[in-house]
Structures are given as C-alpha cells and as structure tokens.
C-alpha cells in the first residue's frame, strides 16, 4: 500500500509536468470548444479528486492502525492529538522508507535488517549522521519532488486560482517537507545553534576527509559513497539497465524547459535541444577541468598553471555570457530555468555512471564520476541545512522544539534540561570525602 502510494505521486507529478511542458496543457485551454467555465468547474473537480486520492491514501495506514486498534469512534481524538504532535510528519516519513528499499529490493535484490533504537532518545545526532542515514532513502527523493513542484508551478497554464492548486498539491508538499526535515525536527537540540555550527564543521570535515582500506564511513564521504554503491556491485545486467532506464526521467526537464527559454524565441527546432546538450557538454569539461586539480593545487609546479587556467575560463565565461545577454537575447529568468533544466541532466549523468561502474573504471574516468557526485553532495547538503541554520537564529524555535518532543514529559513535571544534560552534571561535579564512622558511644 506504501510502495503504490508514492508510486501515485510520482506518476501524478510527472503526468502534469508532461502535460505542461510539452504544451498539452495550453493546448487544451485554448480549444474553442472547450469553454472557460467548463476548464474552471473541470479543475475544481480534478481538485476535489485530488484530495480524495492523494490525501486520504496517505494518512491511510495510520487511520486503519489505530482504527482496528482502538475502534474508529474511539481513535477520533487520539487521532486529532497525533496531528498536534506531527504524528503525520512521523508516518510519512515511514513511508519513504518502506518505498525506498522496497523498491530497491525489488530492482537488486538483497535485504538486510537494519537496527533502530526504540528507548527515550535525548542525544542529539549530527548532521552529518542524519545526512548518511537519510541521503538516499528521503534527500534526494524529496528534493526531486520538490524540483517537480517548482517547475509546474513556474510553467502551468491552469490551476491559477489558489485554492485548487493548493488543494491538488497539499499532499505532496506535506510528503516534500517530511522527507526534507523530518529528522531534524525530531531531532533533540536540532535547532539549537551552537549545536548547528558544530554540525556544519562535522559536515564538511567528513565530506573532505579521503576514504581508502579501513577509513569507516562516519569519517569520510568517499567511504560511505562506496558502501551506497554496494547494491549496484551485486545487481546483475538486468538491474543496471533498469537503473539506467530510471535515469532516463531526469532528462524531461531539459528536454521541455529548453523550449521555453526567452533565448529560443518559440523555436520548436531539434536544434535547440542539441544546442543545449552542446551547452551541458562544456560545463562538465569545466567541472573535468577544475575539480580534479584542487587537491594537487597545493604542488609548486602546477600551482601557477591552477592560477591561469581559472583567469581563462573566468574571463571566458564574462565573454560568453555578454554576447549571450546582448546578441542572443539572455535574460535572468533564463538563467534560473536553466539551472532547473540542467542539474537534473547531470544528476542522470551521474546515475549512469553508477551504474556504469566497471565500464568507466576500464576508460580512467571514475574518478571524475566521484568528484561529480561529491559536488552534489554538497549541493544538497547546502540546500537542506540552510533552513535549519535561519530556524536556529530564532531562540523561540528551539524552545518550541524541546516542548514538542517532551511534551509528555513536562506534563508530568519532569525537567528536561537534566534529561538532557544526561550525567554532564555529576561528572562536573567534585567528589565529596566519605565521613568518617561515628562510634556511638563517643556521642556527648
């Protein structure tokens, strides 16, 4: 029921970027025959459909939980204190993972059981920690999601009225912030910030740290990237070509947003989408360039030569940019949409070459495959941690986090700052002598 659930979604939000991109979408509101108080009654009640489909198959499995636990009549308010609670921030997030190795398993194969803890949780996890826990399961998922949402947001013709957008996209935007910072809401002291700085120094220690024969995975990102790649070196030649085939859904958005760029002025022309991979091709020669030298850029002979050939490609890149701008027709917008075109196109990239693996250790170009993918690993790691890092500005938020999580405790009059402190306290504390045995016949 989980694994379909998430299923529905993605192929609900596909489904509408295909109808948008293509033109589908603009297409059938400009049918004559099609009036426009048929499109608004027709987008109310795919809105209405919506929130039956999608809404109420998500919270599901919690509603038949606790209703054959309890009895429906009598789980009504329990229910209502769960949602207080975010209980259904907790249970979505379940549900990633249910669907995330589920599907794995199905296209690889394996399966092994991974241990939680189940006692009063009052340590606080780093970042760090949370990130190699959740990277693969929900990160990287939710921020796909999240890049669905924003490109139909920015290019759908229907739906301008806001309450049948939000109530067609509700679930999925709840779905996008569970699995985006679920573990960091109910994270002891997550949004303390003394706790947040030294997160992000344990960050990006770990993400510079180099792997090799006997570095564990909690100290270096070369390490734990190797271990996430340990299904795709024991999945045989169907579930590599089914990653591949998987991969291929990345490249949509290059393939629709292209067309809509002011610079292609409405040319529907196979030559704008080569144009366009031509354009993807130069930026990963830069990043081929660049991102292999940095580590030996400490060298004396090659220093100077690092030096000139980032003058040249920045001197080329204003150049580039100015003919565009002032010859082509360039503008800002643009440059965001093609930001949203093209980092998807190399996220396909790198999963193929993951799943490429022995071909392209053969041809000597893995390690560029590695330090593509430790640059998007710091770009998702930037775009998820700098909402934590303005909710810790806020004092009130950590104080409203620690009487979300303990609020059972407080109930009962507990103090939460010695839970917390744990034994910090009688640690800090100085030992007291013993006194000495008094014999009672000495008494006065």
């Not at 795709?232 to 990345?250: K, Y």
Request: hydrophobic share 50%.
């Amino acid at each position: 029921m989980d694994e379909v659930t998430v299923l529905t979604v993605y192929a609900f939000l596909y489904g509408r970027i295909y109808m948008v991109l293509s033109g589908l979408e603009r297409a059938i509101l400009e049918d004559p025959s099609i009036s426009i108080h048929q499109s608004q009654a027709l987008e109310k009640a795919l809105a209405t459909q919506s929130v039956f489909q999608l809404g109420l198959l998500l919270v599901l499995p919690m509603v038949m939980e606790i209703g054959l636990e309890k009895g429906f009549l009598t789980a009504l308010g329990d229910f209502i204190i769960m949602q207080l609670q975010l209980a259904s921030v907790f249970f979505t997030f379940h549900l990633g993972t249910k669907a995330h190795y589920y599907g794995r398993t199905i296209l690889h194969g394996g399966s092994k059981y991974q241990a939680t803890g189940r006692g009063f949780v009052v340590v606080h996890a780093k970042f760090a920690e949370n990130y190699r826990a959740y990277s693969r399961s929900h990160f990287v998922k939710g921020l796909e999601l999240l890049l669905l949402l924003l490109v139909y947001e920015i290019y759908r013709q229907s739906y301008r009225a806001s309450s049948p957008y939000g109530f067609i996209t509700f679930s999925v935007w709840l779905m996008v912030a569970s699995w985006l910072f679920a573990p960091f809401v109910f994270n002891p002291s997550g949004f303390e910030w003394q706790k947040t700085v030294d997160d992000w120094a344990d960050w990006k220690r770990w993400m510079g740290y180099r792997g090799g024969i006997g570095i564990q995975p909690d100290r270096s990102w070369e390490s734990w990237w190797d271990g996430e790649l340990g299904h795709l070196q024991n999945t045989n030649i169907r579930g590599r070509v089914l990653e591949i085939i998987l991969a291929f859904r990345f490249f949509i958005y290059q393939y629709g947003i292209v067309y809509h760029l002011d610079i292609a002025h409405h040319n529907k022309s196979w030559m704008v989408y080569g144009f366009s991979w031509v354009v993807m091709a130069a930026i990963l020669a830069v990043l081929k360039l660049i991102l292999p030298r940095r580590r030996r850029a400490f060298e004396a002979d090659i220093w100077l030569l690092c030096r000139i050939l980032k003058v040249l490609l920045f001197l080329s890149f204003l150049s580039v940019m100015t003919i565009l701008f002032v010859v082509c027709g360039l503008t800002i917008s643009d440059l965001f949409a093609a930001g949203l075109a093209f980092m998807p196109s190399g996220w396909a990239l790198l999963l193929i070459g993951q799943a490429c693996r022995p071909l392209f250790k053969r041809l000597d170009i893995w390690n560029s495959i590695k330090e593509l993918g430790r640059l998007y690993e710091y770009i998702m790691g930037l775009l998820i941690f700098m909402p934590i890092v303005i909710l810790s500005w806020f004092p009130l938020m950590s104080e409203f986090q620690t009487r979300l999580l303990f609020n059972q405790a407080f109930s009962r009059g507990l103090q939460i700052s010695k839970i917390l402190a744990g034994k910090k306290d009688k640690a800090s504390q100085p030992a007291q002598p013993t006194p000495p045995p008094t014999n009672p016949k000495n008494k006065v």
